[in-house]
Structures are given as C-alpha cells and as structure tokens.
C-alpha cells in the first residue's frame, strides 16, 4: 500500500492508514468469533446468544466486563463492513477461528486488570508486500502471541506469521481507538501483543495513539515493555518508484481532514509550497473529500510553477500499483480518475527537480561543489 496507516474515518470508507488512519476507499471485511472460541481480549463475556455451558467454554482471559452476542468478542469495533455492507465472517488465508471483530469498546484502568502486563510492539509492515517488511519486523510478529490490527492489515501478512500467532483480532474501518485499546488491554492481561499497520508506526499512524491511551489507563509504556518496530514509510516506499525525487529536504502533509482542520492544512501547503521542500502528500483523494485534492493543487501553483514535475504512486507494493510522473499543472484533473486515491502518495518536486529517463531527480547540491 502507498499509505502508512492513514484511516481516515471521516469519509465512511477506508484505503490504507488505519491514520490510519484517515481512511479512503479499500474494503475490508470484519470477521466474527465463534461461540465456542476462547476469548482473550480483555473483558468476561455474557453472551445472550449461547445457553451457560457455551459461555462457560467461551472463557476470557482479561480486562473489563461486557455483554457481548455471538457475532462478538471482548473488545474493539463492529465486525461488519459498512464499506462492504457485509457481516459475514471474513474467508481471508489468516482463518476465522482466530479472528474476532466487535463494536463494544472496553473503557478499561490499568487498576482492572490482575495479571502481571505483558508486552506491546508497533509494527510497521511497510509498503505492504511481505518482501517489504523488515526482518526486525517479521522478527517481532512471530515472537507475538496476539497480533491487533485494521482488516486490510491483517490479511497482507505472511503466513508465517498468521500461523504463529494464538490470536487475530482485526477491526475495519473507524477502529483505529478501539483496535488500539484493545491491543493495550490484552497486553495489560499479560498477552505479548503486536499492533500492525502499514508503512511505520510514527507516520500518520497508531504508535502516538497507544501511548496515549496508556497514559489515560494509568499505565505507563515501561509497564507493558512498549516498543516501535519501524517500517518503510510510504513516502519513501513511493519515492523510490519514481526514482531520486526525496533526497534533499522534504515535508509530509496529509490532506485528511479528519483530525486536522482543513484552514490548518491550507496553511500548512502554503509554507512549504513557498519553500524549497520537495513535499510528500499523504490521503490525497476520497469520495467525500474531493474539494482538500482540488484546494492543495490550487495553493501549489500559487507557489510552483505549472511544469514542477509530479510523482504519482498508486497502491504501492501491491497487484494494482501504478506509476505515473506528471506536470503539477495536469494533476487536478487526475483526482477524478483511479490513479488518485487514499492509497496513492503524491511527491510533489521542488524547484530543482526535474525528470530525465523517465525518473524524478532531486539534486541534493553536489553539484555546485564538485565536477563530475
């Protein structure tokens, strides 16, 4: 995937992050437990689906309690899909029986939970191609017994790993809080606990978000042993499909409005459109955002001569992925076509950038002090 984990929920569908997530338009379908599967993610179970003996069997290992039915587990977001419309369990290679989705959110302390915590790892799985992932990061998800992370996530990883893992537990859409509680809760109950997201877990992903939540539970990160397993981000994934356009000073900004108010972001294209940066743009394009894509060309020109050369990179790492350099001037148009989505990252070059052999190069300034 071009993106981090850049889910945005605003937009009712969801590409890559998770930013997340800040979400577009990749479907995902949420999975459900089964009655007879031990729950651990964080809650006791009183299910008014199964008769006693089924909830005797349906055990929980940790946290608060809820009252959950049989499409459900402890802790997290809904497992249907509103992108998809579909509840039904997921038939994805990671397997059902270890998969669980559910739209109860346990708002748990660090003071419910009696086990001695466990340990809690943000892995980044970069551009989303198992080739792509680090070894420290293949390292750190085999070593997890419960990995936690948004659908699409779940499904791209190896299955090595999916086979390692005790349990699965992925949310869809709009779950980045509740996937991110719940992968703190079950590491509070002693579980050593991998939360997954494309790209790295620090850009416009869920590292922040889990210490934040730790930090309103009353835990602290040394308690749960907390850890970021870095990836490649997305701009970097993209920049070396189109060739050297990232090797001088770059910013990252993401035209997801979710989080971050739209006159913020404005104000942002405008600093560094005036600057020398080359500029990676994160969540370009959804169906119900499509006025931020047209807003962000409209500043780059105030500031960018039409010609700038423009990096295109769509679904980066995966079967669809396509490559396109562009003039910025022509780039508007392309928000109404299949290259620009929230899985495509847009590289915007700087005064200096130029393409030569079908590639974007940006000097870093070599040339000004040596011959070659």
């Known amino acids: 995937m071009s993106t981090d984990e850049t889910i945005e929920t605003s937009t009712g569908t969801e590409a890559s992050t998770g930013t997340e997530a800040s979400t577009g338009t990749e ?12 729950t651990t993610c964080g809650a006791s179970t009183d299910s008014s689906a ?36 579909s509840d039904s369990p997921s038939d994805s290679k990671c397997g059902g029986s270890k998969r669980a989705t559910t739209d109860e959110k346990v708002e748990s302390t660090v003071d419910d939970f009696e086990a001695d915590p466990g340990r809690l790892v943000a892995v980044g799985l970069g551009p989303g191609q198992p080739e792509g992932m680090t070894q420290r990061a293949r390292g750190a998800l085999l070593e997890a017994e419960h990995i936690v ?47 997954i997201g494309s790209g790295d877990p620090n850009v416009y992903a869920l590292a922040g978000l889990a210490l934040e939540i730790l930090e309103s539970k009353g835990a602290t990160a040394s ?58 743009i994160y969540n370009p394009w959804s169906r119900k955002r499509r006025e931020n894509f047209r807003k962000c ?10 010609d700038t050369p423009v990096g295109i990179v769509h679904g980066a790492g995966r079967d669809d992925e396509e490559v396109d350099i562009v003039e910025l001037g022509e780039l508007e148009e392309l928000g109404e076509t299949d290259l620009v989505d929230m899985t495509t990252t847009i590289l915007v070059g700087n005064e200096e950038t130029y393409v030569w052999d079908d590639r974007m190069v940006t000097p870093r300034g070599y040339e000004s002090k040596y011959d070659y």
Not at 29 to 37: F, I, M, P, Q, R
Not at 249 to 273: F, G, K, W, Y
Not at 297 to 306: F, G, K
């Open 27 to 38: 479907a995902s379908t949420g999975t459900e437990a089964s009655t007879d599967t031990e």
């Open 50 to 85: 199964t008769d006693a003996a089924a909830q005797a069997a349906s055990g929980s290992k940790c946290g608060a309690s809820t009252s959950i039915d049989e499409n459900e587990s402890a802790c997290g977001a809904s497992g249907s899909d509103p992108a998809s419309g």
């Open 149 to 195: 992370g948004y659908t699409t996530y779940v499904d791209l990883l190896p299955e090595e790993v999916t086979e390692s893992a005790e349990e699965l537990y992925d949310t869809p859409m709009c779950g980045e809080v509740s996937r991110t509680e719940e992968a703190i809760d079950r590491a509070l109950a002693g579980n050593d606990v991998a939360i």
């Open 223 to 280: 308690m749960v042993d907390f850890e970021v397993v870095p990836g490649v981000p997305a701009a970097q994934s993209c920049g070396a499909r189109l060739g050297a356009p990232l090797v001088n000073d770059t910013v990252s900004i993401s035209l997801s409005d979710h989080l971050t108010s739209m006159p913020t972001i404005e104000s942002r294209l405008h600093a560094a459109a005036k600057e020398g940066f080359t500029i990676a």
């Open 297 to 306: 060309c409209e500043i780059l020109l105030e500031h960018r001569p039409a």
